[in-house]
């Protein structure tokens, strides 16, 4: 496939999937990135979500690349960059010329060096590179001009990737004066990072509380925070993928939307958590689990909202929330040394009171009257049902970590 001319030309769709990890044809349109969407789809870079008539409406970065969500825009495009094959492969022919190179000039230790430190996540592929372009003959052995003549001879090296050399590594040359800017950015950055599930929940600040800029007006019209997700879960839906709304149309705002995103947001697996807690200590003098509080110290604010199980501190929610999400089977991103920011904890419960799913009670946060009265009607086969073991998970772990003197 023909590829664009300048990776530069994709920075706002860099940016995007660094703050969201997928995009929508929707956005995708809006962004002007059909083009590159589909290039970072052929490098497994992206993964294609389709309709029922078998045509895309998103992109959601693959396994792989999920962690980029934790990366700014450079390094998320750099890595981008770095995966489309034939980009790969010239990237691979300049190295591979540079060690050839340092070999014939007897740079023993700083082959060594390389080879154990920037180049070890790409030996496997530039021994297979070697391989082919030997042919019995080492490519030490060759005389210079030689050398020269077969790399520049390289199906690898017909591209024009000036423009990708400006943009990935920082600096534009002719191959053999892009070998050390290939070794320090190529190699660091193919490092591998495993994600434990596929699926991943990433925590960003959405404005659904008048504090942080919610209008039912405003909110109705498609945003990067409001749009549809499949693979990477990081918005309250109200739009889908082609940016029509999710809800009645004719129906007043004030009425449906605030439904509406209650529903969205306890899909959402960081405020399910939250909300999950609030549902337990609402059930905990019914049932027989443990009662459970939502407590917030008089001297703090939100963000130092903590968990107390059995009357015994577990640990602020924002110390964790992490493990709650990883309990629901998602990979949590936008945490801070494990933890949720102080930021995002203020923001992520702001919205919970504004959606009166969570009301404030003296020093607890308790379920909201409406939104417990809900789910014992409409509601009871979403959350209620589905939620209970869940919550006894969760309630579970909470009470063993009490038992162990709280979170670390």
Not at 38 to 43: S, T
Not at 178 to 200: D, H
Not at 223 to 246: E, H
Not at 265 to 281: M, N, R, S, T
Request: net charge negative; proline share 7%; charged share 25%.
């Amino acid at each position: 496939m023909s590829l664009p001319a300048r990776p530069s030309d994709a920075v706002a769709l860099f940016e995007h999937l660094a703050q969201w990890g997928e995009v929508s044809a929707y956005e995708a349109e809006d962004l002007g990135a059909g083009p590159w969407v589909l290039v970072f789809e052929n490098a497994g870079a992206l993964e294609a979500v389709h309709d029922e008539h078998g045509r895309p409406v998103a992109w959601h970065l693959t396994p792989p690349f999920v962690h980029l969500v934790e990366c700014d825009a450079q390094q998320a495009g750099r890595r981008l960059c770095f995966a489309v094959p034939e980009y790969r492969a010239y990237l691979l022919s300049i190295v591979v010329e540079g060690l050839v190179d340092a070999g014939r000039a007897g740079m023993t230790v700083e082959l060594e060096e390389w080879t154990k430190g920037e180049l070890a996540p790409l030996l496997a592929e530039l021994n297979a590179f070697f391989g082919p372009l030997e042919d019995g003959k080492r490519l030490v052995d060759f005389a210079p001009a030689e050398l020269e003549a077969r790399m520049a001879g390289l199906p690898e090296r017909s591209r024009p990737f000036a423009a990708w050399d400006s943009y990935a590594l920082g600096h534009s040359a002719r191959p053999k004066g892009l070998f050390e800017f290939a070794l320090r950015r190529f190699g660091p950055a193919c490092v591998a990072l495993p994600v434990a599930v596929e699926t991943a929940a990433v925590l960003r600040p959405l404005p659904l509380n008048r504090e942080d800029g919610f209008g039912l007006g405003s909110a109705s019209v498609p945003r990067p925070w409001n749009m549809q997700r499949f693979g990477v879960l990081s918005g309250a839906p109200i739009v889908d993928a082609r940016g029509q709304r999710m809800f009645d149309e004719d129906a007043p705002l004030n009425e449906v939307l605030v439904e509406h995103l209650r529903d969205a947001v306890v899909e959402h697996p960081f405020y399910a958590a939250v909300i999950h807690l609030g549902i337990c200590a609402w059930r905990s003098p019914a049932s027989t689990m443990p009662t459970v509080e939502l407590y917030v110290p008089t001297s703090g604010g939100l963000h130092d909202v903590s968990v107390l199980v059995g009357s015994r501190g577990v640990g602020r929610v924002a110390e964790l929330l992490g493990d709650l999400v990883r309990a629901q089977g998602y990979a949590p991103f936008g945490l801070v040394d494990g933890r949720v920011p102080d930021e995002l904890m203020g923001n992520l419960l702001r919205n919970l009171l504004e959606l009166r799913i969570l009301r404030r009670q003296d020093e607890l946060l308790v379920l909201d009257d409406d939104y417990q009265s809900s789910l014992m009607a409409a509601r009871l086969r979403t959350v209620f049902r589905p939620g209970k073991e869940l919550q006894k998970r969760m309630v579970e772990e909470l009470a063993l970590r009490a038992s162990e003197g709280g979170a670390a």
